[in-house]
């Protein structure tokens, strides 16, 4: 398995979690790697994205300022912190490089509701 997501679940409107990624090491250590997310009905969308060295590159409108994202070199593992999550962030959630490579993995669904 080269991507594997985990970390989601149920999330009540206003609550946080974090969304954890260990990649192998060939993705890893590509210069940027990335959550993306889908819901339903809706295209595959960048959410943001990470250096090797942890500068974060891109982080996108719907979640600036509720979402950050990180790594640990150590771990070959990207991190998503999601804090004061909305109905509209309910998705199923994926990393992988940037630009990705075509096996996403299972990626974590993402269910926010009360």
């Known amino acids: 398995v080269q991507l594997q997501a985990s970390g989601g679940g149920l999330v009540q409107p206003g609550g946080s979690t974090r969304l954890s990624c260990a990649a192998s090491?060939?993705?890893?250590?590509?210069?940027?790697m990335g959550w993306w997310r889908q819901a339903p009905g809706k295209q595959r969308e960048l959410v943001a994205s990470?250096?090797?060295?942890?500068?974060?590159?891109y982080i996108a409108d719907a979640v600036k300022g509720r979402f950050t994202i990180s790594r640990d070199n150590g771990r070959n593992t990207v991190y998503l912190q999601m804090s004061s999550l909305k109905p509209e962030d309910m998705a199923v959630y994926y990393c992988?490089?940037?630009?990705?490579?075509?096996?996403w993995g299972q990626g974590t669904q993402v269910t926010v509701s009360s």
């Open positions: 090491g060939n993705i890893y250590n590509s210069v940027v």
């Open positions: 992988n490089r940037v630009p990705p490579v075509d096996d």
């Open positions: 990470i250096t090797r060295t942890g500068t974060t590159v």
